[in-house]
């Protein structure tokens, strides 16, 4: 990509900039928008108390991953901290780079920033569109972890002073230890977002039923936004299955179709049992027992099963049956609760 393309980017990613959108740009970016639709707050809160050391004042040579599943709620978390830390007089916003490392367009398909791209934008912002600005940079990069070699560039940008905020869904441990091993001693800390567990639904709601809760945890599942689309619309949206799909499809599968997403949870879900095992689901799915380690290995890394229980949470199991109706059946609540994490 040019550098000229890539400003186009950082510009439409940083609103901030303009000294007339330094305050304003919040009411309209599009993920805050959402969630102030569809806002369930107990979740809005946990992400806010895990970060909330980044929101108080840039920390110059530190670097934070925040980890979690897709729709978990990264993405805003981490604009989040981007909202304080600009409208606070103190902090120039100009400092502030977000850098979208994946970005959807609108027919929702996903494009992620080749790597000597992201390298450019980190490295050398003023050359990709940042204003000039004295002292480090405070760099936010969303999606980090589908770009090859993230780590040494991540730690480059440390050890010149910035603070580095960056979001993955899809954390290899190698990876990590490359970032730890690349980056100052004492420097790299790793937040996980999580979604929310029926306990935490039911602490959330100490009126209601334990039967209705669990009823409707079992189909909307703890994703923030799943719980909020499901209260207001009395299910979860089209459109944020299709997200979490394809978002899930380019983590897992790496974009090829051989196994389509949907094919594989509703393999995983059909042959898990006590533990997720590699032969019955090679069989279902006519892979080697080495493809479909990869591709466990792959769930894994993408914060989507836990293999000793299953899938993580419960709107992945109905996640097939909402992508493709006619091809598969939505599984028993009883399914879901056993082999839910």
């Given at each position: 990509?040019r550098?000229?393309?890539l ?10 900039w303009?000294?007339?959108r330094?305050?304003?740009w919040?009411?309209d970016?599009?993920?805050?928008a959402?969630?102030?639709r569809?806002e ?11 970060l ?9 040579r ?8 897709r ?18 007089p ?5 400092r ?16 992620c ?14 050359r990709?569109?940042?204003?000039a ?11 980090v972890?589908a770009?090859d ?13 910035d ?14 230890a490359?970032?730890?091993a690349a ?5 790299v ?22 039967g209705?809760v ?16 499901h ?5 979860v ?6 997200r979490?799909?394809?978002g ?10 051989r ?13 898990a ?7 019955p689901?090679?069989?279902r799915l ?7 380690a ?27 049956a ?8 939505p ?5 879901i609760?056993?082999?839910?994490h």
């Open positions: 990509m550098n000229s393309e400003a186009q980017v950082l510009r439409a990613a940083n609103p901030w303009s000294r007339r330094r305050a304003s919040v009411l970016d599009a993920d805050l959402t969630r102030a569809h369930w707050a107990p979740a809005t809160s946990a992400a806010r108390a895990e909330s050391t980044l929101a108080q004042r840039p920390l110059p530190t670097l934070t991953l925040v980890v979690g599943l729709g978990v709620g990264k993405t805003t978390a981490v604009k989040d901290v981007v909202a304080h830390l600009v409208s606070d103190a902090t120039d916003p100009r502030v780079v977000l850098v979208p490392a994946q970005r959807e367009d609108a027919t929702g398909a996903i494009t920033l080749a790597p000597a791209d992201l390298a450019t934008t980190v490295r050398t912002p003023t990709t569109g940042a204003p600005c004295d002292g480090p940079r405070v760099l936010v990069v969303d999606e972890g770009v070699g993230w780590p040494r560039v991540l730690a480059d940008a440390c050890r010149r002073g603070q580095v905020v960056a979001t993955t869904s899809v954390l290899d441990p190698a990876d990590v490359a970032l730890e980056a100052p001693a004492g420097t800390t790793v937040r996980h977002l999580h979604p929310s567990s029926m306990s935490e639904l039911l602490l959330a709601r100490p009126g209601a039923g334990t209705d669990r009823a409707a945890y079992l189909r909307h599942g703890g994703l923030p936004r799943a719980v909020g689309e209260r207001d619309l009395g299910d949206s089209a459109e944020f299955v299709a979490i799909a394809s899930l499809h380019l983590d897992v599968c790496r974009g090829e179709e196994c389509p997403l949907d094919v594989l949870l509703d393999a995983v879900c059909a042959t049992d006590r533990f997720v095992e590699p032969e689901l090679a069989r006519d892979l080697s027992t080495s493809e479909v990869l591709l466990l290995e792959r769930l894994e890394q993408a914060q989507v099963l836990d293999p000793r229980r299953g899938l993580v949470d419960p709107l992945l199991h109905r996640l097939p909402l992508v493709a109706p006619g091809r598969h059946t599984p028993s609540d009883e399914h609760a056993t082999f839910s």
